[in-house]
């Protein structure tokens, strides 16, 4: 079986409200599998639901082969890593403490976690003193450490929910090297992010909007079928000419989106398009580029602009 996950028809529902709403989908061993979508779309929750942490309201969720039922929650638990979104350690404990707090949680022996401990704070290349204050460290160190704390048990899916929010950018290409390395290892990861630059590292990619999974694909295959018109990278030749540009915008693009100093843009339907880029030399150059997965997430998570 190559499957370490499947969730079928799962509803989480709060009241009255869906914050999941009839999601399906199966993430394969091995697999960097990337959980993308704005604040509020489920993922927090369908995460929690996965690490036998929430009760769904309705569905199946089966993890390496066991499928959830009332009871099995224990099971469930020793076989997944979970990094959550809000808290990763207690700020006034000590690194050693905080590993040896994960450890006793997870009812492991004390010569297992000795090595696993050694064997992961090498993983991360830390070198420093395991008895500093985790308040004290930097975010990126926090979080290589959180994530230690999350896999000293040697889980097969490990669910690591925003692990590089508000983290330096050298930090974050530190700690992604950390994820494909577990990949590589043969761990599934599951991930969510913000971070489009990111979300390229993962093999596929599942949009979340409003409770409903919209999309589920490779990054490549979801930005080549995304957008079925060419996509053009406006520069605008000056100041004059850019607000020109953006106070012209609903008429001449049906999609218009800033990227730095330049602009994403489609050529509206209604305009022939080798005349609106004849018409728009006086304002800017133009270049046919392929949609990035911003502009994917633009389109499928916040909608048409
Ligand atoms: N325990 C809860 N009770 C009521 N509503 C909740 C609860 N947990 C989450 N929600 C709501 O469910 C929606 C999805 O939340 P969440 O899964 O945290 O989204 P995300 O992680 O994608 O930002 C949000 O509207 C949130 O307010
Ligand atoms: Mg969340």
Redesign the pocket.
Known sequence: MNKIAVVENLN?I??N?Y??KNVSFSVDKGEIFG?L????????????VLCGL?PATSGNVIIDGTKFTAGLENIIKRKVGYMS?KFTLYDDLTIEENLEFSACLRDMDSSTYEDKKSQLLKFIDFKNDTNQIVGNLSGGIKQEIALVTSILHDPKIIFL??PTAGVAPAMRDKFWNLIKKLSESGKTIFV?THYMDEAENCHRIAL?RS?ELIALDTPGNLKKTTYNKPMYLLTAHDAESRKYLVDNSQDFFEMFAPYGLHYHAIISEMLDEDQTLDNMKKYCTFQKISPSLEDVFIKLVEGDR
């Open positions: 989480v709060f009241g409200f914050a999941v959980f979508g704005s604040n509020g779309a489920g993922k927090t929750t369908t995460i929690r929430l979104q929910d925003e969510t979340m409770g």
